[in-house]
């Protein structure tokens, strides 16, 4: 978040900067135990990758990404459930 601020992103372009940091592990990590691991089976850590790291980045990692960014870019405190209820109601 210090990084996307100094690099003048604004609150959503710092939110999907760490969401791009974080993701870079889950996108990366088959194609390295393909190469690494030939023996290993693709099946399970396609799935891992998948079905595990990426619900986690987007239910777990994205509101704290967001309160994080809000933080640092100095906006005071925005409720998250308020903030997306006014949005898509």
Same mark, same amino acid.
């Given at each position: /978040? *210090?990084?996307?601020?100094?690099? =003048? ?6 939110? /999907?900067? =760490? *969401? ?6 889950? &996108?990366?990590?088959? +194609?390295?135990?393909?190469? +690494? $691991?030939?023996? +290993?089976?693709? @099946?399970?850590?396609?799935? @891992?990758? *998948? ?6 980045? $987007? &239910? ?30």
């Amino acid at each position: /978040m *210090l990084v996307s601020t100094a690099l =003048g992103l604004s609150l959503g372009g710092a939110v /999907m900067f =760490g *969401l791009l940091l974080a993701s870079a592990s889950f &996108i990366a990590a088959p +194609a390295v135990l393909r190469y +690494a $691991i030939p023996q +290993a089976n693709p @099946s399970l850590y396609i799935t @891992s990758a *998948l079905g595990i790291t990426f619900p986690y980045n $987007i &239910i777990v990692l994205l509101p704290i990404m967001f309160t994080i960014s809000t933080w640092v870019h100095g906006e005071g405190t925005i409720d998250l459930f308020n903030y997306v209820s006014k949005v898509f109601i």
